[in-house]
């Protein structure tokens, strides 16, 4: 084409063939070591589009996300259903402990059943979760830009299993240690509501239930700052609502009595011995706030890809097209496409010299970031 000139710009590209058993990062790094001023650029097969890698990270983020709020929720409503299992039991738990139990051994024998139960809905949730993989693959295949294949992929499964078996167990905690602690003669009058477990015997397994869940969470995620901060945003909001339940309570028992035997009913249900206010404050606000984190996280993934990705965006680039040579490109674009659509833009091609009074060649190491002043700059102009 004779478009090469002196002082053009282009690239040679190279597809280096690596000898078997050699990781591509590897071969990649002793070509950097021996060539350490040559300005190449690498490109493996783990990162042959890193603006589709980019997407596939926030989407990543998002389902990251996704599935913390899923398991958070699912937490609190098991421990809920505990709850209330244990409730019904009250007086099954009472005649053991009349009989000599333990306040462990009823809470062991109650932990086997939450082990079993859970490991059963485990195991279902798996085997449906891998069967899905196939269905959407047969049903979504010919869609996707490239041929999926259907694996059994061991080691997520075991974490989800994981997962969910340290929920299961550190949100039916403090319902064990209630059902095993408190007397057998408060459980037969029926009013074990009005009897609170002390602080120092529900707070070790809460916390050993919540460290374990972050644990876990930190230590397989891809992203450990992300699902710190929003762990820890999580256990703000708890702490949030749980004193915002409080204060529904106290400001229930203070209020006047209303005449309407209904209204009297409804107040007097928020603050009565054992109600549930509390509870049902976290789950519905924890619930509602991740739905609305989830639904923002959404809009702003949206509008990133709608302000990213234009409406209209030009099929090819040509660069350095020489301006006396400009009728020639378009006739043989012309040529080679059916009714093109040419728009050329002027521009200039240098380098960076130098920004405020700093002179770049005087600097011994780039400020991180600045990757302006690595190379030649293009710059368009009217």
């Given at each position: 084409t004779g478009l090469i000139q002196p002082g053009s710009l282009y690239e040679t590209k190279y597809r280096v063939r690596l000898t078997s058993g050699l990781a591509p990062?590897?071969?990649v790094d002793r070509i950097k070591a021996a060539f350490p001023s040559a300005g190449w650029e690498s490109k493996t097969r783990d990162r042959a589009a890193p603006g589709a890698e980019r997407f596939v990270q926030r989407m990543g983020q998002f389902l990251l996300l996704v599935g913390l709020s899923a398991l958070v929720i699912?937490?609190?409503?098991?421990?809920?259903g505990v709850s209330s299992y244990l409730a019904a039991r009250r007086q099954s738990i009472a005649a053991l402990k009349v009989l000599g139990a333990t306040s462990g051994m009823i809470a062991r024998v109650y932990l086997i059943q939450?082990?079993?139960?859970?490991?059963i809905g485990i195991l279902a949730g798996l085997i449906a979760g891998a069967a899905a993989v196939p269905l959407i693959v047969a049903l979504a295949g010919d869609v996707l830009p490239v041929a999926p294949s259907f694996a059994?992929?061991?080691?997520?499964?075991?974490?989800?299993?994981?997962?969910?078996?340290?929920?299961?167990?550190?949100f039916t905690a403090p319902a064990l240690v209630e059902a095993g602690s408190v007397p057998a003669v408060v459980l037969l009058r029926g009013n074990a509501g009005q009897r609170r477990v002390p602080l120092h015997r529900t707070l070790p397994w809460v916390a050993g239930g919540g460290l374990a869940l972050v644990a876990l969470a930190l230590l397989t995620a891809e992203q450990p700052g992300l699902s710190a901060g929003f762990l820890a945003a999580v256990a703000a909001v708890l702490l949030l609502l749980a004193g915002f339940g409080w204060v529904i309570r106290i400001a229930a028992a203070r209020l006047p009595r209303a005449r309407q035997p209904l209204l009297r009913l409804a107040v007097a249900a928020l603050h009565r011995p054992g109600a549930r206010t509390g509870t049902l404050v976290v789950a519905l606000g924890l619930g509602l706030t991740l739905f609305v984190l989830l639904a923002a996280i959404r809009t702003s993934i949206d509008a990133n890809i709608a302000r990213t990705v234009p409406q209209r965006a030009p099929a090819l680039f040509a660069l350095d097209v020489p301006p006396q040579r400009e009728a020639e490109f378009r006739r043989t674009v012309a040529e080679a496409a059916r009714?093109?659509?040419v728009t050329t833009v002027p521009a200039m091609r240098g380098t960076i010299t130098g920004y405020a009074t700093t002179r770049v060649a005087d600097l011994k190491t780039l400020p991180e970031g600045?990757?302006?002043?690595r190379g030649e700059r293009g710059l368009t102009y009217a």
């Open positions: 990062t590897r071969a699912a937490g609190i409503g098991v421990g809920n939450i082990v079993v139960v859970a490991g059994v992929q061991p080691v997520p499964l075991l974490l989800a299993a994981a997962y969910g078996m340290v929920i299961a167990l550190a009714k093109p659509v600045a990757w302006a002043l």
